[in-house]
């Protein structure tokens, strides 16, 4: 089942926070959407819950409009916690399971095993607002996917939690993947989206700058990241021809190359036939190129 | 199980297991308990029982102290020794006060009350009133009528019909007025405290769900009318059930308390209060919940903070404000033109008109036509609701309230 959006815009009063956005996202597929606070990702959202009406475009679900589809198949993971604050864990679970039309007996067994997989299973009792902000997170994947969703929206869902609950997330979302849910989620951590996403939407006030594989995104820039280790100088390698910057970060020196075959040049001219312990060109890191691409020339 | 009733359960059951609304209606319940049991429970911690003992001089000619009666407050003990005899036995504790009658100049009487210590404001008020009408009767006595005369004079009675010719207007005698008005102004107060507690409680649930972000998934799930819907229908049951258990708890207080002795009081109602005056009442208190209710909803889903709620629904608490305080000048007057208006206004109808149809003898159309407006202005808040609930449930600009409805209109186009 694909996700397909197209021309998707959305006009409030005399600003547009949605402009011609297309994208498809497939059945077990990741796909991310990039972008810095008021691009236009949360809007996207909304109309995809068929929350807020399109000013213009087309989303569809299965070749179908996506008001055909049945809200249960859906699971939402908002950017703010969503839970009730006074409610026992078990008894929200329960609430958000039988609102996704699910059976109590269904939702039990389901919320048994999410709670036991993310290590809840002592607070099952405890009321939402005595949990810590991870913990509230992890309640509130489980909500968004206890009713086992076809599509599956999770905007930032990493917010709040330490590299191990982060981790634990990420399996379960994989996990989903692999089942064949459509995932869109929205993250401002980088190596999360690199990690985690098949294809991607770039976006900027309400503008795609790129839509893609993460592969296609990097190739457009080229490897131009090069990493060296030996006996050198800033000084020294800043001189070499197509080196744009050179930083150095403890023994390592980073250079960022004006174009990827200025590279060979470098190569013969920082080892001279001679050993060096490190040469290592590299695409861009997701993060340099959002900031190239978001933050324009200011970064 | 429908979403509706998924929503409409967890609203309702929640609130009604909370504590806040069980010692609520605990306190309130203890209340209507007190006022049944109050002469009871006043007479546990009040020494009003004591009869006090008044030594009486009389000065006149013509025996006045034989006008006094004893009861269960004041012995009356005629004394034939003097002024300072008297006051002798207050002093020693034997009388509570000495009064002492005489003739005044206009022919009434004139009495002196002397204590050790001063007497108690309520038995200070009964025995003035004991003695008001013993000048009465002295003054009677002195006009050497016959006893017949006397009690002609003393049982005044005017015999009021009124009859309206060629009107559609129900005649309704005094007694039936009087009840009307008192009814009247129990459903105004009913409706006020209701009302003001069920606003902020929907208004403030809304407000919770919308700034913890609950709304954004409940209603990715169901519909921003399905949450609407749910949301006052639970409150409207919560404060219905909150109604008949109040309303039920009274009948059977009345019923069983103190021998069944404030039964007669329910029986007398009824048999005075005519049914089309119920039904108009209680159509009248269901409607004025469901009209606010819908109001706070509105208001709750506007404001991006729980704690803001307050201020949003204080425009709407100064309306119920004025609509009871016009409902309790209407007590004395409920034919001025100021209660005739308010009682149109679908805002403050709920809690004037009823008092109107009973009080008064207005036709009946008055009430059908206010009871139509009302309906009206329901049906048209509900529609404008759902279709702005959806836009404004999603806005958070902070800003003034105009911004925030121009943009939640904007959204939910």
Known sequence: ?299 | MSKFMVLFSQSYLSKLKAKSFLISTAIMLLVIAAVFLWPTVSGWFSSDDETLSVTVLDRTDAKAASLLKSSDRFKFTLFSGSVNQADQKVMNDRADGTLVLAQNNEGGLKAELRTDKAMKLNDQQALQQQLQTADQLFRIQQMNLTQAQAEQILSPHVTFNQTAIGDQSENKTSEEKTTATFISYGIAFFIYLFVLSYLSMISSEIAAEKDSRIMEIIISSSSPAVHLLSRVSGILALAFTQAVVLIGSSLLMAFFFEGGRHWHIVKDTLSTVPASYAIFAILFFVLACILYTLIGAVLGSLVNKVQDVGQAITPVTIILMVGFFVAITGMNNPDAILIQIFSFIPFTASMIMPMRIGATDMGIWQAAISLIVLLGTIVWLFLFSLRFYRGSVLTYTSGSFVKKLKQAMSLSR
Not at chain 1, 71 to 87: F, S, T, V
């Open chain 1, 1 to 299: 089942m694909t996700l397909e959006i197209e021309q998707l815009t959305k006009q409030f009063q005399d600003f547009k926070a949605v402009n011609g956005l297309s994208f498809k996202a497939d059945s077990g597929e990741i796909f991310g959407l990039i972008g810095q606070n008021g691009a236009g990702k949360t809007t996207t959202f909304r109309m995809i819950l068929n929350l807020i009406t399109p000013t213009d475009g087309i989303i569809r679900w299965d070749g179908r409009s996506v008001h055909a589809l049945d809200r249960d198949m859906i699971g939402y993971l908002p950017e703010e916690r969503g839970l009730y604050p006074k409610m026992p864990v078990r008894e929200q679970l329960l609430f958000f399971g039988r609102l996704r039309g699910k059976g109590r007996s269904e939702i039990m067994k389901e919320a048994d095993y999410w709670l036991e997989r993310f290590g809840l299973t002592d607070k099952t009792k405890a009321l939402t607002e005595t949990l810590s902000k991870g913990n509230q997170q992890k309640v509130q994947l489980i909500a968004s996917l206890i009713h086992k969703p076809s599509l599956l929206i999770l905007d930032e869902p990493f917010s709040g939690l330490d590299p191990v609950n982060a981790g634990l997330l990420k399996e379960a979302i994989l996990d989903l993947k692999n089942k064949g849910a459509t995932i869109i989620f929205s993250s401002h951590r980088m190596d999360h989206v690199e990690e985690l996403c098949d294809h991607l939407c770039l976006l900027k006030r309400g503008e795609s700058l790129f839509t893609g594989s993460i592969h296609d995104l990097k190739a457009q820039f080229g490897k131009i990241s090069l990493t060296v280790r030996g006996p050198f100088t800033v000084e020294n390698l800043s001189e070499l021809p197509g080196v744009v910057s050179v930083t150095k970060n403890k023994e390592m020196f980073r250079l960022l190359l004006s174009r990827e075959e200025a590279a060979r040049d470098i190569f013969k001219a920082v080892t001279r036939g001679e050993f060096i312990e490190r040469f290592s060109l590299d695409y861009l890191s997701l993060e340099e190129i959002f900031k190239r691409k978001v933050g324009g020339e200011h970064v």
